[in-house]
Antibody, heavy 120, light 108 residues
Framework: EVQLVESGGGLVQPGGSLRLSCAASGFTFSGYSMNWVRQAPGKGLEWLSFIRSSGSPIYYADSVKGRFAISRDDAKSTLYLQMNSLRAEDTGIYYC?????????????WGPGTMVTVSS | DIQVTQSPSSLPASVGDRVTITCRTS??????LNWYQQQPGKAPKLLIY???NLQSGVPSRFSGSGSETDFTLTISSLQPEDFATYYCQQSYTTPPRTFGQGTKLEIK
């Protein structure tokens, strides 16, 4: 079964750091570009970051540029999101999502999400 | 950045209705428009990619149309499991891959 499973969420104080992981299974992870998307409580979807299957290029939304870093370990079939200088507005559910293919850039596989709460 | 405007934000409807949700972009994106469904407490699910293509496993009552700046998602005959929130997303430019604000399909 093709699936993604996020982990690493939790409660962190403002200014703190957290590293999210996304474990992939059921497909050849190294062949796919990946993304992180978040959803604040009761709000819509916000695309955060992209990493090409080859590891480059990497892109970020302005809201997280300079604070978050996406990376991947193809040997472990795992995607990461290092989050630094966290703010209250970073609170939400964080999803990893797979690019369907190079041509469409649609997000065809999503993990169930991991909750991040930034609060003192 | 490309702006994505989705309407309506809320749509009351009944089982069996035909409904349409609209997505408009601030500049031409050809057919780089995707539609997702999100059930409460669940991750989003891809319904339509490249404006008109049905993702594998998605019922044929869902369809997409449009190009350039104006797009629609149509559900031909609403089923109980279709009451959810729907999002469009442009994938013409990265970054950012902007989502629309969402449309909550509610039981009338």
């Amino acid at each position: 079964e093709v699936q993604l499973v996020e982990s690493g969420g939790g409660l962190v104080q403002p200014g703190g750091s957290l590293r999210l992981s996304c474990a992939a299974s059921g497909f050849t992870f190294s062949g796919y570009s990946m993304n992180w998307v978040r959803q604040a409580p009761g709000k819509g979807l916000e695309w955060l970051s992209f990493i090409r299957s080859s590891g480059s290029p990497i892109y970020y939304a302005d809201s997280v540029k300079g604070r978050f870093a996406i990376s991947r370990d193809d040997a472990k079939s795992t995607l990461y999101l290092q989050m630094n200088s966290l703010r209250a507005e970073d609170t939400g559910i964080y999803y990893c999502a797979r690019d369907r293919d190079f041509m469409t850039d649609a997000l065809d596989i999503w993990g169930p999400g991991t909750m991040v709460t930034v609060s003192s | 950045d490309i702006q994505v405007t989705q309407s309506p934000s809320s749509l009351p409807a009944s089982v069996g209705d035909r409904v349409t949700i609209t997505c408009r972009t601030s500049q031409s994106i050809s057919n780089y428009l995707n539609w997702y469904q999100q059930q409460p407490g669940k991750a989003p699910k891809l319904l339509i990619y490249s404006a008109t293509n049905l993702q594998s496993g998605v019922p044929s009552r869902f369809s997409g149309s449009g190009s350039e700046t104006d797009f629609t998602l149509t559900i031909s005959s609403l089923q109980p499991e279709d009451f959810a929130t729907y999002y469009c997303q442009q994938s013409y430019t990265t970054p950012p891959r902007t989502f629309g604000q969402g449309t909550k399909l509610e039981i009338k």
